[in-house]
């Protein structure tokens, strides 16, 4: 076998935005033996990126291909929207520093990949995916001095901002299948509302811990 260029390796995290979800979710995956990983001496993942292509390209049927590519054009009307400064009119927002607001356009793109995910894959959406988002945006608003309520508002409104492009694309492409529609609501909002549950359950522990 031809010897691996160190370039041919990656790291959970790269593997993770090769894949398009959340690390948490690379690391479930591996742990249960989904996904082919190896071990450095000193116990690191690292992923061959020619078996996480063959790994991903075997997950993907023509469908799902066409859902992805259909999901994946919505990206771009979420970034204009947002460079037009719908965010500057959230309360919660302007209550934040430059370097939080970089964190939460992050935590934007974080639940985009997800919602992806949880669109194009076959079976339930993935639960620990949701909630490793979920404590993200909980401990990030925790950290910034948002309440628990201002946290649901910065979540709900990267998800709605996430809908809209989705239903618009949707309305583009003429998607006439009552199925389709059906299904990728019943996909959002089941992985989205475990993201909400998530961040509650966050919040109440920290209330807890700080009485």
Same mark, same amino acid.
């Given at each position: 076998?031809?010897?691996?260029?160190?370039?041919?390796?990656?790291?959970?995290?790269? /593997?993770?935005?090769?894949?398009?979800?959340?690390?948490?979710?690379?690391?479930?995956?591996?742990?249960?033996?989904?996904?082919?990983?190896?071990?450095?001496?000193?116990?690191?993942?690292?992923?061959?990126?020619?078996?996480?292509?063959?790994?991903?390209?075997?997950?993907?049927?023509?469908?799902?291909?066409?859902?992805?590519?259909?999901?994946?054009?919505?990206?771009?009307?979420? $970034?204009?929207?947002?460079?037009?400064?719908?965010?500057?009119?959230?309360?919660? #927002?302007?209550?934040?520093?430059?370097?939080?607001?970089?964190?939460?356009?992050?935590?934007?793109? +974080?639940?985009?990949?997800?919602?992806?995910?949880?669109?194009?894959?076959?079976?339930?959406?993935?639960?620990?995916?949701?909630?490793?988002?979920? #404590?993200?945006?909980?401990?990030?608003?925790? $950290?910034?001095?948002?309440?628990?309520?201002? /946290?649901?508002?910065?979540?709900?409104?990267?998800? +709605?901002?996430?809908?809209?492009?989705?239903?618009?694309?949707?309305?583009?492409?003429?998607?006439?299948?009552?199925?389709?529609?059906?299904?990728?609501? $019943?996909?959002?909002?089941?992985?989205?509302?475990?993201?909400?549950?998530?961040?509650?359950?966050?919040?109440?522990? #920290? +209330?807890?811990? +700080?009485?």
């Amino acid at each position: 076998m031809a010897a691996q260029t160190p370039s041919n390796w990656l790291s959970l995290s790269d /593997a993770a935005e090769l894949l398009g979800v959340h690390p948490s979710t690379v690391r479930s995956w591996s742990d249960q033996g989904i996904l082919p990983v190896h071990r450095t001496s000193g116990g690191h993942r690292r992923y061959l990126r020619s078996e996480i292509d063959l790994w991903f390209q075997s997950q993907r049927g023509e469908d799902s291909n066409e859902l992805t590519l259909v999901i994946q054009k919505a990206l771009g009307a979420t $970034r204009f929207q947002i460079s037009e400064g719908r965010l500057n009119d959230q309360d919660w #927002y302007n209550k934040l520093d430059e370097d939080a607001r970089q964190q939460y356009r992050v935590s934007g793109r +974080n639940l985009l990949q997800g919602l992806i995910h949880a669109i194009t894959t076959a079976g339930e959406p993935d639960t620990v995916e949701a909630e490793a988002l979920g #404590y993200e945006y909980a401990s990030r608003g925790h $950290r910034y001095g948002l309440s628990s309520v201002e /946290a649901v508002h910065a979540f709900l409104f990267f998800r +709605n901002l996430l809908l809209e492009s989705t239903l618009a694309v949707f309305e583009a492409a003429a998607v006439h299948s009552p199925r389709a529609w059906s299904a990728m609501f $019943r996909r959002i909002t089941g992985f989205t509302d475990q993201i909400m549950v998530r961040i509650l359950e966050t919040y109440e522990q #920290y +209330n807890r811990q +700080n009485r």
